[in-house]
């Protein structure tokens, strides 16, 4: 099974009673698979898509407050969106175990950015997990559940892209655990984070630091495996464990310190230290392990991305590690000088390509319109042909940026945002914008879906009218329509009506994701 | 045995479907299996493969070093070439031999079939034109997985089984056209 589905089953099997996400590539088939699950339904597990990660998080505490045991799941990116409440379960801790499973996606197959959440354990004093293969990542979903509940603290479990999107024959209980029954456990006082009480639990959590750092150093997971060869010592973790492995079928003739519990055991660190000359550092991701082991020190003898030995960016692979440890690679063919770049690219008949060409005939008519994209499929529209849109940083970004570039002056502002990015944090954006009136035009391009993904249920689907109207704009600019390129004459006239309008409107174009559509069809036919 | 494998294609070509069947006659003998998908953003007509390795012994690695590939699987003649400096200098392509022309920039095919000439282990078939010439339009992915059944070392009859089991659900008419279209594949290999 894929890796996502190895922990989705590992978190069932676990005694989970809910898993809150919203969808995001490496991590979004974790929740699907629950929410396929004959187990889960039988168990009434919750599993619906959550607006956003910082609702998803904060109702999962709710769920431990409660003594039940909650799963929440993310790509990277979206522990920004929770930073809030993750960083401050650290503080409240937790009741029923909390998992807070993020995938981290190294050369940006599908992001943003290259973001290590370790990093984010660390700063929220929060155990971190780092499974290296789909058994482990299995494994270690009970052994978290338990360790949170023990330790009363959420724990943080990273995984990167070829773990989650990778299959191998997992191993599974026969049974699973019973799920917690609700209690009244929790203690009021850890969780009204009031600074009198907050103060209190920053000691204890910061006290707990010790116990967990030594409950790293005796953990199954962080393996020290001693070698003959002591010219050389690894510390190698998460994915990167695997590449080492793979240069040494027979073993590695050096010592390796396996980690995949945080903090880093630094006493395993030593003892690797004291007994090898040098020491090579493979971890996928940014270089979180070396950082710390390097300290301030220029030693000369601590290898890894920050020395160059291994690449700074991107993920890593066979040949990288191969080539950090001097091992030739096999003879292979050149690369074929013919072979062209296919970028992805808008589905044939997509709804967003009508917007895109209706607006780009409108921008036409104007000197420097400025369009604010968001993330999306419609990202896309940066690409040939429509090279329609000038922005892209964070999801609901267009529409707040859209306002900053009209405060500044700029005329066309445009904003365009997806159905399910508008409502995980378009929305607050645009009562910033509808409250000052600000001179913005916002199309809120509507597919039903959440379609980058796969095609998730929509947070706001059938609610968008309402949601803008309840936000306090005008019924006069608030328009929609459907886009199909029959309607071009009226959407183009609509978008150049409400630029020309001095104030904030907001455009919805409205029509099924082709990916669903095609869906829907084939399950009607077989329904027939 | 250990048997490296790049299926690719373009996105929405099915190559996973492929994946799936090696990857239950695979399981069914035991051996150990990973396999690196690529989910999001690319499979939105962009290029996209997945790595699959069996083996009898642990795999270390879920992604296949360069020139270490044994067979690549390829939808699409261009694609096939993309993964080129992975294929072991014995390793073997099973393309299909219709591009898939969604960019402005596609080669001449005449240019992709010389590279592909040179060489030494390449099986090109037009597996969309066999399928509907025989009856079976929607098992053109299968028609290539029988032309690479010799390359990938796994006994036929495995794959027929496996087809069987992972079409099963869908019933008897569609576990026929797949298994017919093995046949195609294995005869014109």
Redesign the interface.
């Known amino acids: 099974m894929?890796g996502d589905e190895a922990i989705a089953l590992g978190a069932l099997h676990a005694g989970l009673s809910g898993v809150y996400a919203y969808p995001g590539?490496?991590s979004?088939?974790i929740t699907e698979f629950i929410q396929g699950s004959p187990l889960a339904k039988e168990r009434k597990v919750r599993s619906r898509w959550c607006t956003n990660e910082k609702t998803a998080m904060e109702a999962a505490l709710g769920m431990s407050y409660m003594g039940k045991r909650a799963l929440v799941c993310m790509k990277h990116v979206g522990l920004n969106v929770c930073a809030d409440p993750f960083v401050n379960s650290g503080m409240t801790g937790v009741n029923g175990g909390v998992i807070v499973l993020v995938a981290d996606d190294p050369s940006m197959?599908?992001s943003q950015d290259e973001q290590d959440s370790r990093f984010y354990g660390k700063f929220a004093m929060i155990p971190t997990f780092e499974p290296s293969n789909q058994q482990e990542a299995y494994n270690m979903m009970e052994a978290a559940f338990e360790y949170s509940e023990q330790q009363n603290l959420p724990v943080l479990m990273r995984v990167t892209t070829?773990?989650a999107?990778?299959?191998?024959?997992v191993e599974v209980k026969s049974e699973a655990r019973q799920q917690n029954e609700l209690n009244y456990k929790a203690i009021a006082a850890n969780w009204v984070l009031l600074p009198a009480n907050a103060r209190k639990r920053n000691d204890a959590v910061t006290a707990q630091q010790k116990q967990l750092e030594e409950d790293a150093v005796n953990s199954i997971y962080n393996i020290y495996c001693d070698g003959q060869d002591k010219s050389m010592g690894i510390i190698a973790s998460g994915?990167g464990y695997?590449?080492?492995?793979?240069c040494f079928?027979k073993g590695s003739p050096y010592p390796v310190l396996k980690i995949s519990q945080y903090p880093l055991p630094k006493k395993l660190v030593r003892r690797l230290l004291d007994e090898c000359k040098k020491v090579l550092i493979v971890e996928e991701g940014q270089p979180f392990i070396e950082d710390i082991v390097r300290g301030v020190s220029e030693s000369q003898n601590i290898m890894g991305k920050l020395d160059g030995t291994l690449p700074r960016t991107g993920e890593l692979?066979?040949?990288i590690v191969?080539k950090a440890f001097g091992i030739e690679?096999?003879?292979?063919?050149?690369?074929?000088a013919?072979?062209?770049?296919?970028?992805?690219?808008?589905?044939m008949g997509c709804g967003h390509r009508d917007v895109y060409t209706a607006l780009n005939e409108v921008l036409r008519e104007y000197d420097n319109p400025r369009v604010f994209g968001d993330i999306g499929?419609y990202t896309?529209g940066f690409l040939p042909p429509f090279r329609a849109i000038h922005s892209c940083v964070d999801m609901g970004a267009s529409i707040t940026m859209a306002k900053g570039a009209a405060d500044a002056g700029q005329w066309p502002a445009v904003a365009i945002i997806g159905d399910s990015t508008f409502t995980h944090s378009g929305m607050t954006g645009l009562l910033d914008a509808i409250n000052e009136n600000a001179n913005i035009t916002v199309i809120i391009s509507d597919n039903l879906t959440t379609g980058?993904?796969?095609g998730q249920d929509s947070a706001g689907t059938n609610k968008f009218e309402a949601i803008c109207r309840g936000l306090g704009l005008s019924d006069e600019h608030l328009k929609v329509v459907v886009p199909i390129p029959k309607n071009m004459p009226e959407i183009t006239q609509i978008i150049r009506d409400e630029i020309n309008y001095k104030g904030t409107s907001v455009i919805i174009p409205r029509r099924e994701c082709m990916q669903t559509l095609q869906r829907h069809l084939k399950q009607k036919k077989e329904a027939k | 045995m250990k048997t490296d494998i790049i299926l690719c294609g373009?996105?929405g070509q099915g190559i996973l479907s492929i994946a799936t069947i090696i990857?239950e006659a695979a399981?069914n003998e035991n051996l150990?299996?990973?396999?690196?998908?690529?989910?999001?953003?690319?499979?939105?007509?962009?290029?996209v493969q997945s790595n699959l390795r069996i083996s009898s012994d642990p795999?270390?690695?879920?992604?296949?070093?360069?020139?270490?590939a044994d067979v690549i699987i390829s939808m699409e003649p261009?694609?096939a070439?993309?993964y080129?400096?992975?294929?072991?200098?014995e390793g073997w392509i099973i393309t299909s031999s219709t591009p898939f022309k969604?960019?402005p920039?596609?080669?001449d095919m005449d240019?992709?079939n010389a590279?592909l000439a040179k060489?030494p282990h390449v099986i090109t078939l037009n597996i969309e034109q066999m399928a509907k010439d025989n009856g079976v339009p929607r098992s053109a992915n299968v028609i290539l997985l029988g032309a690479a059944q010799k390359a990938l070392g796994i006994e036929y009859e495995k794959l027929e089984d496996a087809i069987r089991r992972v079409f099963g659900r869908k019933g008897e008419a569609i576990v026929e056209a797949n298994i017919k279209a093995l046949a195609i594949g294995k005869a014109n290999s």
Do not use: W
């Not at chain 1, 690679?329 to 074929?336: G, R, V």
């Open positions: 894929l590539t490496p979004t088939e197959h599908s070829r773990m999107h990778s299959r191998a024959v994915i695997n590449y080492v492995n793979e079928p692979n066979p040949d191969k690679s096999d003879q292979c063919f050149d690369s074929c013919d072979v062209t770049p296919r970028p992805p690219a808008l589905c499929c896309l980058m993904t796969g | 373009v996105g990857g399981m150990y299996i990973k396999q690196a998908e690529v989910h999001g953003m690319s499979q939105r007509g962009g290029d795999i270390a690695s879920d992604l296949i070093a360069r020139g270490g261009m694609e070439l993309r080129l400096p992975f294929l072991s200098k969604n960019i920039n596609y080669p240019v992709i590279d060489l």
